[in-house]
């Protein structure tokens, strides 16, 4: 068994879930497949935007803002499905309804819960329409509701894994049955309440990793618009370079520091079981793509990763006491409570410096909670730019950055917080 994870580029307009189709179709006689669907293009970004009305009260808003990502999947429906349409749509409305009915509520319960209640329909509107466009051109697929098997804790946008309900629930809905393809969704789980739940951004890779570790299957391949794994993100920087080889210690941190390429959960399942990890391109499938696997002693260009929307929040012990002991404790109690991993983090005599992600709900507990034993000081808006096997010109070009904030520097990596541009 194998499982292909596409991303919501693959699977963008219609031209790409016709390439898609191909690379299924071509998928070896006889081996069974599990194929893990995000979302289509920018669906994940429309349904933020819904949420966000929504939970500011702005039904009418929220509505108009679902109603047009409706007919979007709708259209692409139309285009590519004569046969099959009906069945589509039947299935797609329900989709639509268990969104609506929500949109229709008040907000009773915090952000993070409706976010995954509406922003979880679109891996199920995606990969319905390709489940049916293989039946409308003759493959057999089964569609799958990822949330009957992926089971999780109630920790919204976040959710930790149940691992020993959804291996039973995997093993009996994808190896005790008679398809060689199913078809499910990658991103999303349900708690034992039934209540949907989404693993964080990016998390459609983590889905196929979870799926791979518990079925033992041959290989897990993501497919995405890129050769391989790069350096840098192409679009950021010119000097980005095609990396045909990785071992998974060193994904793993390129992922800890926030590269894009690999979701940071994504490779310890996988590397637990020895399960090699393909980064291949779904635009030319004959391109060799990247390997990750347990290969040892590679050498590596200059690894480059920025993050944008980082803030920094400054603790300074009240009365200029050494922080440490209980006071470094209370910090990671805090930080654990909230889930925040911090992306650097540099201790200072009275003061300690952490940079996060700006989860804004988060970063508010978090500060108010601090306040009680700390001085608390926030500042947002920063970037955070990260290189791992640098050199000394890149160390000179880093230093003659302007409007730096934090500083860090190991013997493989450097890093700076900065202002945004």
């Not at 990785?246 to 800890?256: D, L, Q």
């Not at 590679?298 to 300074?316: A, E, H, R």
């Not at 009365?319 to 909230?338: E, R, V």
Request: charged share 20%; hydrophobic share 40%.
């Amino acid at each position: 068994m194998i499982v292909y994870k596409f991303g919501g580029a693959s699977i963008s307009n219609i031209e790409r879930i016709q390439q898609v189709f191909q690379i299924i179709e071509n998928i070896e006689a006889g081996e069974k497949a599990v194929l893990v669907i995000s979302a289509m293009g920018k669906t994940t970004n429309a349904l933020e935007k819904v949420v966000d009305s929504f939970f500011q009260q702005k039904a009418t808003e929220a509505l108009q803002l679902f109603e047009v990502i409706k007919q979007q999947h709708l259209t692409v429906a139309k285009y590519l499905l004569v046969k099959e349409y009906n069945a589509c749509y039947v299935r797609m409305l329900d989709i639509f309804t268990e969104v609506e009915w929500l949109l229709h509520d008040k907000p009773v319960r915090g952000y993070d819960y409706y976010y995954d209640q509406i922003v979880c329909c679109g891996e199920l509107l995606s990969s319905t329409i390709l489940h049916f466009f293989c039946k409308e051109n003759g493959l057999n697929t089964q569609w799958i509701d990822i949330r009957d098997v992926l089971l999780t804790d109630n920790n919204f946008r976040d959710a930790g894994i149940i691992w020993d309900i959804t291996a039973q629930k995997a093993q009996q809905t994808f190896l005790n049955n008679t398809h060689s393809v199913y078809i499910t969704q990658g991103f999303i789980g349900a708690t034992t309440d039934n209540e949907s739940t989404t693993l964080g951004r990016e998390g459609s890779d983590f889905t196929a990793a979870i799926l791979g570790n518990i079925l033992d299957t041959k290989s897990v391949s993501i497919w995405k618009d890129v050769e391989g794994v790069m350096s840098a993100d192409p679009k950021m920087f010119k000097e980005a370079r095609y990396i045909p080889e990785f071992n998974y210690n060193e994904v793993i941190e390129m992922a800890y520091y926030g590269a894009q390429v690999i979701h940071p959960k994504t490779i310890k399942p996988l590397q637990n079981k020895h399960i090699p990890l393909l980064v291949k391109c779904f635009l030319n499938p004959s391109l060799p793509g990247t390997i990750i696997h347990n290969a040892k002693h590679l050498q590596f260009p200059p690894i480059q990763i920025l993050k944008n929307k980082q803030v920094l929040i400054t603790l300074q012990s009240l009365d200029f006491s050494f922080i440490g002991g209980h006071s470094i404790q209370d910090i990671y109690t805090y930080l654990n409570a909230l889930r925040l991993i911090p992306n650097l983090i540099q201790f200072g005599a009275i003061s300690v410096q952490i940079c996060l992600d700006d989860k804004a709900e988060k970063i508010n507990d978090l500060a108010m909670h601090a306040a009680e034993k700390f001085d608390v000081q926030v500042q947002k808006n920063l970037q955070l730019i990260t290189v791992r096997h640098y050199t000394a010109a890149i160390i000179d070009t880093m230093n003659a950055e302007e409007n730096v904030v934090l500083r860090q520097q190991t013997p493989i990596t450097i890093q700076i917080l900065k202002l945004e541009k």
